[in-house]
């Protein structure tokens, strides 16, 4: 029988290290104005998205997002698998789903897929979901608090989560980057324009100031076809008010040109 986690965990575990992936149109656009599932990233960036999941424990997923899409990127490669044998991993990374409303589909795709599944959601989300097998972790959170990020994680955690890959959407990146939870963004950037004023952003929500928005270190950059890859670690404190501020008189003249190999 399935035990959902239905306590909260308050000893001290270990940190997890969360990473935000996710393909994005050249103005900064994760799917058009109507939110529907963006598929407009080539196989190269689904061999590149493959390989980062295959390095983690849990993928963390929006209700959102996939209800868009209806499924999740399993890992297929026999080298990946072979490599997460080898590390003592499962074939497949915990797919844990992010939906206070626990307002899911039963009938999708996702549920007949070959992974394990895992739901956060509040005491009125799970209540259908105690009577059904799909997921094999439950942890849910009073719907009348608000979401507490640092408890979600704990449970996490608590079951050997210890790299976390985050899919978005752009609401549940927001809060996470709020709450000082990321600790890395994998971003491809496509060469396609697709506007809208609601059209949906990597990291939605109030937004920062950008005085005091979250910076980032840019780890590693290349390009395959028209396609960029960018690797960025955020920085864990964020800069201070007045810090960082960009005239042209005061930037023009230590302005420096990046180059990088551009690969077939």
């Known amino acids: 029988m399935l035990h959902p986690e239905m306590f909260r ?4 575990v270990p940190l997890l290290h969360s990473t935000v992936i ?3 149109s050249a ?11 963006a ?19 849990g993928v963390l997923i929006g209700g959102g997002t996939l209800r868009a ?12 698998l072979q490599q997460r044998r080898q590390r003592g991993q499962p074939e497949q990374p915990l797919q844990i789903i992010w939906s206070p409303s626990g307002n899911l589909d039963p009938q ?15 005491r009125a989300g799970a209540k259908f979901w105690l009577q059904n097998p799909a997921f094999s972790h ?29 899919l978005g959407g752009g609401r549940l990146v927001a809060d996470l980057m709020e709450q000082g939870l990321i600790q890395e963004l994998v971003l491809t950037v496509c060469p396609v324009v697709l506007g809208g004023a609601t059209a949906p952003t990597p ?11 979250p910076r980032l270190e840019l780890l590693s950059c290349k390009t395959v076809d028209q396609e960029v890859f960018l690797h960025y670690r955020v920085q864990p404190d964020p800069p201070q008010a007045g810090e960082n501020s960009f005239t042209l008189e005061n930037n023009c003249s230590s302005a420096t040109e990046t180059s990088f190999t551009k690969e077939a």
């Not at 849910?140 to 608090?145: G, P, R, T």
């Not at 990291?203 to 928005?213: K, N, P, Q, R, S």
Request: glycine share 4%; proline share 4%.
């Open 69 to 80: 899409y209806g499924t999740t990127l399993p890992i297929r490669k026999k080298e990946l």
């Open 22 to 24: 996710f393909a994005m």
């Open 39 to 57: 598929r407009f990233s080539s196989s190269a960036d689904l061999a590149h998205l493959e390989s980062h999941l295959a390095e983690v424990d």
């Open 138 to 166: 439950i942890w849910s959170f009073s719907e009348n608090a608000p979401w507490d990020w640092t408890w979600s994680m704990a449970q996490l955690s608590a079951v050997g989560i210890r790299k976390l890959a985050v």
């Open 108 to 122: 999708c795709r996702f549920f007949q897929q070959l992974v394990p599944r895992a739901l956060l959601t509040t």
């Open 203 to 213: 990291v939605d929500g109030a937004g920062f100031l950008a005085e005091l928005a």
């Open 9 to 12: 965990i308050d000893t001290p």
């Open 27 to 37: 103005d900064g656009k994760i799917a058009d104005f109507q939110r529907a599932a």
